[in-house]
């Protein structure tokens, strides 16, 4: 996959404009590049990532290439608590099949999106994990779990084949509007 692999697997679940983003275990940035270039100038990411390596990789290739979109690479663990904004959107990319429960890691970042802001993961198209992809889920698995977890309109962005695990495919689910007051 190049760069306009990562863009078209964002494209359908980033609405343009600005607004304040997450790209949770950001890795070298492959998607933080692509969520930059979907987004105006004045945006801002947070690119989070565990390993503070990865993140000078990021810093060097944001610097040279979106000037007008605002990055700021923090080292964080996303299971644990962040020092975020409410977030408009936030990217997973390959990172959350790490996790062994998918629905608690789920729900506990989606609590750091506004009302009507999106989570939009990237993953392998498999329920069936390997010693390097622990724990990946398919789209029809994160259907269900991120309804259950109050996620809406849950869709698919895009899907490429992959040599590794058969495909990867990205989604895009909303974080509902909150009801109107009385
Ligand atoms: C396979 S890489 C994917 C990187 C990038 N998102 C991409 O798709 O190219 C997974 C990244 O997630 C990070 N990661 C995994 N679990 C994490 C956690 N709980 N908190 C922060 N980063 C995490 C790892 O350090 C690694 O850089």
Same mark, same amino acid.
């Given at each position: 996959?190049?760069?306009?692999?990562? @863009? /078209?697997?964002?494209?359908?679940? @980033?609405?343009?404009?600005?607004?304040? !983003?997450?790209?949770?275990?950001?890795?070298?940035?492959?998607?933080?590049?692509?969520? +930059?270039?979907?987004?105006?100038?004045?945006?801002?990411?947070?690119? *989070?990532?565990?390993?503070?390596?990865?993140?000078?990789?990021?810093?060097?290739?944001?610097?040279?290439?979106? /000037?007008?979109? *605002?990055?700021?690479?923090?080292?964080?663990?996303?299971?644990?608590?962040?020092?975020?904004?409410?977030?408009?959107?936030?990217?997973?990319? =390959?990172?959350?099949?790490?996790?062994?429960?998918?629905? +608690? @890691?789920?729900?506990?970042?989606?609590? !750091? *999106?506004?009302?009507?802001?999106?989570?939009?993961?990237? /993953?392998?198209?498999?329920?069936?994990? =390997?010693? !390097?992809?622990?724990?990946?889920?398919?789209?029809?698995? !994160? @259907?269900?779990?991120?309804?259950?977890?109050?996620?809406?309109?849950?869709?698919?962005?895009?899907?490429?084949?992959?040599?590794?695990?058969?495909?990867?495919?990205?989604?895009?689910?909303?974080?509902? /509007?909150?009801?109107?007051?009385?």
């Amino acid at each position: 996959m190049d760069h306009r692999d990562h @863009v /078209e697997l964002l494209r359908g679940g @980033v609405p343009g404009a600005g607004g304040t !983003w997450a790209d949770l275990g950001c890795g070298r940035g492959a998607f933080t590049l692509a969520l +930059a270039e979907l987004l105006e100038p004045g945006a801002t990411i947070h690119a *989070i990532d565990r390993d503070r390596g990865v993140l000078r990789d990021l810093e060097r290739a944001m610097a040279a290439r979106f /000037e007008g979109v *605002i990055v700021r690479p923090a080292v964080g663990d996303f299971t644990r608590s962040l020092d975020l904004p409410p977030l408009d959107g936030i990217v997973l990319a =390959n990172s959350l099949h790490f996790q062994r429960d998918l629905e +608690a @890691v789920a729900r506990h970042v989606g609590g !750091w *999106i506004r009302p009507g802001g999106r989570l939009i993961v990237v /993953e392998y198209d498999t329920d069936t994990g =390997n010693p !390097w992809v622990p724990h990946p889920f398919s789209f029809r698995t !994160w @259907v269900d779990v991120a309804e259950w977890i109050g996620l809406r309109d849950v869709r698919l962005i895009g899907r490429v084949p992959s040599r590794f695990l058969g495909a990867i495919y990205s989604a895009a689910a909303a974080v509902p /509007e909150a009801p109107p007051d009385g």
